[in-house]
């Protein structure tokens, strides 16, 4: 599934091609999205020129005089530009053409994906609204978690995983950024010290920004590629690896379901 690292890399990634592009043309080949694709796309964005490309959380915000083109890549997503007369495949959704006949195109096979369109501010989308700040920003901060975490029994990591909490942690960065902060993952959030808190929300970012920065590398993918989208094989500490050794004490980690996902921790390491 992506995560934030890859929405951000995606951004980055398609930003450079899209800005100051005039759209030519919509096409929508499926609807059907986890949302309904706005029925107001096709007519509206024709005609707009791409002023920017930003992110929120996992959202992808992609503005124009007119109104916002908000995506969400869901649990299969992927968004490349390419040439538009690059044949569609089974999957590829939407396609936003451009005056330089290059195309946006949005493959998605399990199709949780999103395409809306608002002419409103688009940060006060009911999908958007309720977020939590973002972790690579300053209101992101070991004060606003322990306020928050007090008297909460919660798990840690359910709680870090919480986008009314933080925006846009799942649950590879959530598992890698406890590790880091040697927190248990199933401790309570709200018997965590403040210190402690400051330990996770370096590591969350710490995670988070390494994975952005490996991501970088697979920028070219994004461009007139016909292959898969241009996720990373990021290095990972904890997550998927139950029974191999812990890299700082050599302990066999453990797998644990907490708050219905798969957790992944070193028992010795985290507290
Ligand atoms: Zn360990």
Redesign the pocket.
């Known amino acids: 599934m992506p995560e934030l690292p890859e929405v951000e890399t995606t951004r980055r990634g398609i930003a450079p091609l899209l800005m100051g592009r005039r759209v030519e043309s919509v096409t929508v080949r499926e609807p059907r999205l986890r949302w309904p694709v706005s029925p107001a796309l096709s007519r509206d964005l024709p005609g707009q020129i791409i002023n920017d490309v930003t992110r929120r959380a996992k959202f992808l915000l992609i503005a124009t005089p007119a109104g916002h083109l908000i995506l969400h890549l869901g649990m299969s997503g992927s968004l490349r530009v390419v040439s538009g007369n690059l044949p569609e495949e089974k999957h590829d959704h939407l396609d936003v053409l451009m005056d330089d006949g290059r195309c946006l195109r949005l493959r998605d096979p399990r199709r949780f994906g999103a395409a809306l369109w608002t002419t409103h501010d688009p940060l006060e989308h009911p999908l958007l609204k309720k977020l939590g700040p973002e972790p690579l920003q300053g209101a992101f901060n070991a004060e606003w978690l322990y306020r928050h975490a007090r008297g909460r029994r919660v798990a840690v990591k359910s709680f870090l995983m919480n986008s009314h909490i933080v925006a846009g942690v799942g649950n590879i960065y959530a598992s890698e950024a406890l590790f880091l902060a040697g927190i248990h993952p199933g401790r309570p959030a709200g018997r965590i010290s403040l210190q402690r808190y400051q330990r996770l929300v370096s590591a969350v970012r710490e995670v988070l920004e390494d994975a952005i920065a490996a991501g970088g590398t697979t920028l070219r993918d994004f461009v007139d590629s016909n292959g898969n989208p241009g996720y990373f094989a990021q290095k990972l500490r904890v997550y998927g690896r139950q029974d191999e050794a812990?890299e700082?004490?050599g302990?066999a980690l453990r797998g644990r379901v907490i708050g219905q996902r798969s957790s992944y921790y070193?028992a010795?390491?985290q507290r």
């Open positions: 812990c700082r004490c302990a070193c010795h390491c």
